[in-house]
């Protein structure tokens, strides 16, 4: 089970409600003080939650992986508030790396560099380079600056979860495990960052993200990408991002994508249904609303009936829970929704999940590499 250990680091969790978008100054003082001296602060971002920690502190790097239940060679993102910053971390900072900060911070850009000294090795996982970004969230920015300018932040989750983007969410996974949770509501993105390897000849994509590979192009005029982005789990296709190696954003049931033309994905999924209904398992489908018939536009109709509206003229009961991850016609609400959808298929102890495809035209790429790796690489063309 997951945060089995919570007795071993059992901690009182202080909660701050965040009012319209901002927090107060009182509390933002007593963030950055838990984090200047050494303890751990859950924080907005547009992207996810982030599990923040001082980023200069070898020792908060060491309580972050610990409170993750994280492998310590997965190396942190180092979260800044102001341009300057940069410099005082990374070296060798080209100018297509800032033309791209200056299009897209604050914002889901996260960039690597040849690290400075000034950066402990425990925060890189040991490596000689240094993830950074610069969050667009008001929240966000005020508490980096309020803890000293530095925070390291992996996504708020336990290690293997599907990442948070919620408070409730965080409290979930983090609650007796850190210091604080600041709640600044929902992620309005929704999918971590867009990691760009900046220290080669030409920028190279290492996890897609909001910021796709159109918009890096767009900016510099070229781009690549890690195959481990597109790749299989093959053994020797060692991803850039070390991160990016660990069984992901997962959840507890066995999932599987299904590709192919509509009626077939349907028809695939209902005999799916059908087999594990026999063998008294729950099923849970993710799908997107396509059309004005299919109900509400981008909300999470947990309960709604059908694949898109069939459940209940097919007769099945509570054991399937149909999913509406989103609206076709509003990608970005897919990627806003997809870790809650996950993360409910845990709460209703769903044993065989099925998913559609999302591979829409600016963020498909980014949804399909987290829920491909959600399904641990499976996935049916019918
Ligand atoms: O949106 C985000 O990026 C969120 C929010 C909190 O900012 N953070 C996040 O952090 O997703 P995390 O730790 O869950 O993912 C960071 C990824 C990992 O896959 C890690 O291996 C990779 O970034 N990474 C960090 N530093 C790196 C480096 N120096 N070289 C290559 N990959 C690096
Ligand atoms: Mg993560």
Redesign the pocket.
């Given at each position: 089970m997951y945060g089995e250990n919570v007795s071993d680091i059992a901690m009182k969790t202080i909660i701050i409600n965040s009012e319209e978008n901002n927090i107060k100054d009182a509390d933002l003082k007593d963030a950055g003080e838990i984090i200047k001296r050494g303890g751990l602060v859950a924080f907005p971002?547009e992207?996810?939650?982030?599990?923040g920690g001082d980023a200069m502190n070898p020792e908060a790097s060491r309580k972050i992986y610990a409170a993750k239940g994280?492998p310590s060679d997965?190396?942190?993102?180092v979260?800044i508030y102001k341009m300057e910053d940069l410099f005082r971390i990374a070296d060798g900072v080209s100018e297509g790396a800032l033309k791209l900060a200056e299009r897209y911070w604050p914002g889901?850009l996260?960039m690597?560099f040849k690290?400075k000294e000034t950066v402990p090795d425990q925060t890189?996982?040991g490596?000689d380079?240094?993830?950074v970004?610069m969050?667009d969230n008001r929240i966000a920015l005020r508490f980096i600056e309020a803890a000293g300018g530095f925070v390291a932040?992996?996504?708020?989750?336990l290690s293997g979860r599907p990442?948070t983007t919620t408070a409730e969410h965080v409290i979930e996974d983090m609650n007796g495990r850190i210091d604080m949770i600041i709640d600044g509501g929902s992620s309005v993105?929704g999918?971590?960052?867009t990691?760009v390897?900046m220290t080669g000849s030409s920028p190279m994509i290492?996890?897609p993200?909001y910021i796709n590979g159109e918009m890096i192009r767009d900016v510099l005029g070229d781009v690549s990408y890690d195959p481990a982005v597109f790749g299989e789990e093959t053994e020797g296709l060692r991803?850039?991002?070390?991160?990016?190696k660990y069984r992901h954003y997962a959840p507890k049931g066995e999932l599987t994508i299904v590709k192919g033309e509509r009626e077939a994905v349907v028809s695939y999924i209902k005999r799916g249904i059908d087999e594990a209904l026999k063998d008294g398992k729950r099923v849970g489908v993710i799908s997107a609303s396509r059309d004005m018939t299919d109900g509400a536009a981008s909300g999470m109709e947990r309960e709604t009936p059908g694949i898109t509206g069939r459940t209940e003229a097919d007769g099945y009961g509570k054991e399937v829970l149909i999913m509406n991850v989103g609206d076709l016609r509003d990608e970005y609400s897919i990627a806003r929704h997809l870790y809650d959808v996950l993360r409910e298929c845990d709460k209703k102890d769903i044993d065989i999940i099925y998913s559609e495809d999302f591979s829409t035209p600016k963020i498909g790429q980014a949804i399909m590499n987290r829920l491909i790796k959600a399904a641990g690489h499976r996935v049916v063309e019918v």
């Open positions: 971002t992207t996810v939650y982030g599990l994280r997965n190396p942190l993102i979260h889901p996260t690597i690290k890189t996982g490596l380079t240094v993830a970004r969050p932040a992996p996504s708020a989750n990442s993105i999918l971590e960052s990691i390897d290492l996890r993200g991803p850039r991002a070390p991160g990016m």
